[in-house]
């Protein structure tokens, strides 16, 4: 059962009418978008967004709590945390996208072509899948920022190859399904050529569940890249990116002011929450019929 | 039937290791430049004369797969190699660290198991608001990663409260407790509050079912009802599902021990790898891969051992 199941669940028993409405339908699933879009428009706004320069050091405004100067307050070198959060923003997203779509699209062409040719290639696909699946990704990120050096780069390229299996196995599974139903056998028997037919109706025909798997791997791909840098491997001081900004709060915690960890912290939780709502709704919405 | 899946399990599990095995050697390749540089550390140039110390000494001008196998007969034997930026063996730096990881992930194996099955089975089999609040709870714990959760943990329990040191791995048993009861609540958390939600689900299809029903027109106690028919018949999915959290926790405890300067295995990875140290990175990228795919595996078998129902053959 997946997290919005429960949560709609759990809202159904405390509220009663309207409020178990919303709880179940369109209100979280817009309130889900709304973040995800709220977030994505301050990351590519964020030069017009931020007060400050992100990485502007400003030793007479150290560690200072929020004020109006500066909404959310300032870090230990005096930097503007509301700056840094929107910066940050935009690592914090990129990567995830890349990882996302180069899985999205290596792992759809690999699914699909597995499902229609079958025989030796299909085994040696769904194969090679395991073997990736066995394989946690940050372990291999790891062992890719050893070899390459630290940096975000790597944890794309690597976590993009961690991230396959995931699409391609349901999008295979959903291919062999599409293949033997009768419209596509119509089309072959019209002469339709093996790759035109995939390209034009059966990837056509997938692309709700790719962009539901694609939703909801989001998520769990920026964890992944938020903490592959809270361990220090990924986006490098000075930069400002959400992982690291926790991370980097950690002296701050010990020093009674937790505020830097806790905001990034926050806004991660929130946008992973949102994406997996939005994954849910998408899944419930696009594939309900099918299951 | 269920020895020809346990052989098949065990054919993916040797392709998986072997194909593992040879990518964790082969990056050594991979990299621009003398790959002899990696294992020296640091990132830094060294002298040509140490260079050819190292090619000799890991037999780098060997055929590939020659070097390959006595680096993996060597792992075997025990003997990783030497790491040149901690001056240690590679296998003493591993024994020195084993302790605490194990001891991080048995502690937060035992803290999942315990309370995630304990909470899981409360709610399903009371109902009412205790269902209400453990699904309220489990559901908020459950979208906090791990790294989130070790500052949160710092924050509040060991500087707010002073329950708890933040930082360090402690020594002796009741040091270990102290040190390491909040890196294995905040490895813990996420994956106890999913082994509860399927404990739950799995508990109330099971309270539901007419077998149940049946039990409890005969008159058996409730206690017996709960133990036998309950609980009994859905361990299937909770077994399974403890087993992935413990292949969650080996490869997510080099965070929480980063977080919290625990020093174990997975701060050695880490902190290996930011040095560019391959010799040690090497090893324990292999020891993680293993033991991972290992519970993955074993938990696979337990799964299919336990209900018979679940079909062996299916791939899609």
């Known amino acids: 059962m997946s997290t919005p199941q429960l949560a709609a669940a759990a809202g159904a028993r ?29 990351a590519v706004c964020a030069p017009l967004l931020a007060p400050y320069d992100p990485n502007a050091v400003d030793p007479l405004a150290v560690s200072q709590g ?65 073997v990736v699946f066995g394989f946690p990704g940050l372990v291999l990120a790891v062992v890719g920022a050893a070899v390459f050096g630290a940096g975000l780069d790597i944890a794309v390229a690597t976590l993009s190859l961690a991230y396959l299996p995931y699409v391609a196995r349901v999008v295979r599974s959903g291919a062999l399904r599409e293949r033997a139903l009768p419209y596509i056998s119509a089309l072959e028997m019209l002469g339709m050529s093996g790759p035109r037919i995939c390209l034009r109706h059966l990837v056509p025909n997938l692309l709700p569940l790719v962009l539901v798997q694609a939703t909801t791997s989001f998520g769990y791909t920026m964890l992944d890249v938020a903490a592959f840098s809270f361990i220090g491997l990924g986006t490098q001081p000075p930069s400002a990116e959400w992982g690291l900004m926790v991370a980097g709060g950690t002296p701050g915690i010990l020093a009674g002011r937790p505020e830097q960890s806790l905001y990034a912290g926050a806004v991660i939780v929130v946008f992973v929450v949102a994406c997996n709502v939005l994954g849910s709704g998408l899944s419930r919405r696009l594939l309900g019929a099918q299951r | ?13 040797a392709v998986t290791l072997f194909v593992a095995s040879v990518a964790i050697y082969g990056a050594l390749f991979l990299a621009p430049g003398d790959p002899a540089t990696l294992l020296v550390g640091g990132g830094k140039p060294p002298s040509p004369h140490l260079l050819a110390e190292i090619h000799r000494q890991y037999h780098l001008d060997d055929p590939f797969w020659q070097s390959y196998w006595r680096w993996l007969t060597g792992i075997a034997h025990g003997d990783a190699g030497q790491s040149l930026s901690y001056h240690d063996s590679v296998a003493r730096l591993l024994a020195d660290r084993a302790g605490n990881t194990l001891f991080l992930i048995a502690y937060a194996t035992v803290l999942i198991v315990v309370a995630g099955v304990a909470l899981g089975a409360v709610a399903g089999l009371r109902g009412g608001w205790a269902d209400t609040a453990v699904t309220v709870v489990t559901t908020t714990l459950m979208a906090v990663p791990v790294f989130v959760s070790s500052v949160l943990l710092i924050w509040w329990m060991s500087v707010r409260l002073a329950w708890f040191p933040a930082y ?4 002796g048993l009741t040091g270990r407790l102290e040190h390491l009861t909040l890196p294995a609540v905040a490895l813990a958390v996420s994956w106890l509050a999913y082994v509860a939600q399927v ?86 990228a292999l020891l993680t891969v293993v033991a991972f795919a290992v519970v993955n595996t074993a938990v696979d078998l337990a799964t299919s051992a336990l209900d018979h129902r679940i079909p062996l053959g299916g791939d899609v």
């Open chain 2, 168 to 171: 360090g791995s402690g020594a």
């Open chain 2, 199 to 284: 404990t739950r689900s799995a508990v109330r299809a099971e309270a539901a079912s007419e077998h149940v029903q049946t039990a409890r027109g005969r008159g058996l106690p409730d206690r017996l009802v709960v133990r036998k028919h309950i609980l009994r018949n859905a361990s299937g999915p909770i077994v399974s599902v403890s087993g992935v959290a413990v292949a969650g926790l080996i490869a997510s405890c080099s965070i929480v021990e980063q977080a919290f300067g625990v020093n174990g295995i997975g701060a050695l990875l880490v902190q290996s790898a930011a040095k560019q140290d391959l010799a040690v990175v090497q090893a324990v």
């Open chain 2, 1 to 13: 039937m269920i020895a020809r899946f346990a052989a098949r399990r065990a054919a993916t599990l």
């Open chain 1, 66 to 130: 929020s004020s109006a100067a500066h909404w959310l307050g300032t870090d230990d070198t005096g930097r503007d945390l509301l700056s840094r959060l929107l910066y940050g923003a935009r690592p914090s997203l990129l990567a995830p996208a890349v990882i996302t779509v180069v899985a999205g699209t290596v792992g759809t062409a690999l699914a699909v072509t597995a499902a229609w040719l079958g025989g030796w290639w299909d085994r040696l696909v769904s194969a090679a899948l395991d």
């Open chain 1, 14 to 42: 405390l509220v009663p009418g309207r409020l178990r409405a919303f709880a179940r339908g369109q209100g979280t699933l817009t309130a889900a978008a709304v973040v995800v879009a709220l977030v994505v428009l301050a």
